[in-house]
């Protein structure tokens, strides 16, 4: 009778000794940081944003306004999703900002 070879089995791969499983990637590590603190600051500036939007729309319901303008300001209540418009004019410029 003839011998038949059966396959080795196949040695799994080797894995990452500790020190190599997480390899530092400084780069990528300070800009994940940076990314989060800059994040982090505009989600900050976000919810300051919507306080004021809110405290301005509080006052022109206070005040049974739903336009005023003032000394370059000018403030629009849009009535259909109660959205606040304003734009203050700067010396010589206009700048439009919608507080939305």
Known sequence: MAKTKTPKPKTPKQADLPTMENRELMDLEAAAI??????????????EEVQLKQ?????????????????????????????????????????TVDMT
């Open 34 to 47: 940076e990314y989060v603190e800059n994040r982090d600051a505009r989600m900050s500036a976000l919810k």
């Open 55 to 95: 405290k301005v729309l509080d006052l022109m319901k206070k005040h049974k306004k739903t336009t005023y303008s003032h000394g370059g300001i000018t403030i629009e209540v849009v009535p259909v999703d109660e959205k606040i418009k304003v734009r203050v004019e700067k010396e010589g410029e206009g700048e």
